[in-house]
């Protein structure tokens, strides 16, 4: 059974950058052909992709964020990462850590969600 | 870009009542769409992926079908577990969400 655990500060300033950290149990990031996920969900509003990993080190980003986001993963610690810079009020929401099982598979895990304001 | 659009944003039913949600892609996305529910203050849940395919231990009152670039999700008789918000997701083309479809109370 997998499990995915979200961790970092709940509150960052504005133009700061936010920092997450996904640790997995049950599984690991360089394991299969999973894609380590990030994905935010804004107050009262729908699930927004923002990048996502493989186990090779290959990521795509949301387009609209692209330049802004950098995804990672530490294989060794079983976790990956994101980093979001320049953050505005519009960045604050619940960031999920997911893993999609693979190619044509779906969003089979996700972590609890941590909520991150901007203020 | 690959929008979905999603439809209706809400549906008021009661319980037994047959539900479906309906889920557009700009362009073709060759049936790579799942759907999934959430409730309040919980992480989404997959129901069903490759358009049709129901997730290990989901009810088989759940049920999705695809016609081109529209999508639907049924509830052939919905349950008081039921009553949720539903997303569709495309990963033609890294992933997209639609806005979400609230289920509520009649």
């Known amino acids: 059974q997998v499990q995915l655990q979200e961790s970092g500060p709940g509150l960052v300033k504005p133009s700061d950058t936010l920092s997450l950290t996904c640790a997995i149990s049950?599984?690991?990031?360089?394991?299969?052909?999973?894609?380590w996920s990030w994905i935010r969900q804004s107050p009262g509003k729908g699930l927004e992709f923002i990048a996502y990993?493989?186990?090779?080190?290959?990521?795509q980003y949301n387009p609209s964020l692209k330049s802004r986001v950098t995804i990672s993963e530490d294989t060794s610690k079983s976790q990956f990462s994101l980093n979001l810079r320049s953050v505005t009020a519009a960045d604050t929401g619940i960031y999920y850590c997911?893993?999609?099982?693979?190619?044509?598979?779906?969003?089979?895990?996700w972590g609890q969600g941590t909520l991150v304001t901007v203020s | 870009d690959i929008q979905m659009t999603q439809s209706p944003s809400t549906v008021s039913a009661s319980v037994g009542d047959r539900v479906t949600i309906t889920c557009r892609a700009t362009?073709?996305?060759?049936?790579?769409l799942a759907w999934y529910q959430q409730k309040p203050g919980k992480a989404p849940r997959l129901l069903i992926y490759k358009a049709s395919t129901l997730e290990s231990g989901v009810p088989s009152r759940f049920s999705g079908s695809a016609s081109g670039t529209e999508f639907t999700l049924t509830i052939s008789s919905l349950q008081s577990d039921d009553f949720a918000t539903y997303y569709c997701q495309q990963y033609e083309s890294y992933w997209t969400f639609g806005q979400g479809t609230k289920v509520e109370f009649k």
């Open positions: 049950g599984g690991s990031v360089s394991s299969g052909s999973h894609f």
């Open positions: 362009q073709n996305i060759n049936s790579w």
């Open positions: 990993i493989l186990y090779n080190g290959a990521n």
């Open positions: 997911a893993r999609g099982r693979g190619y044509g598979y779906g969003i089979d895990y």
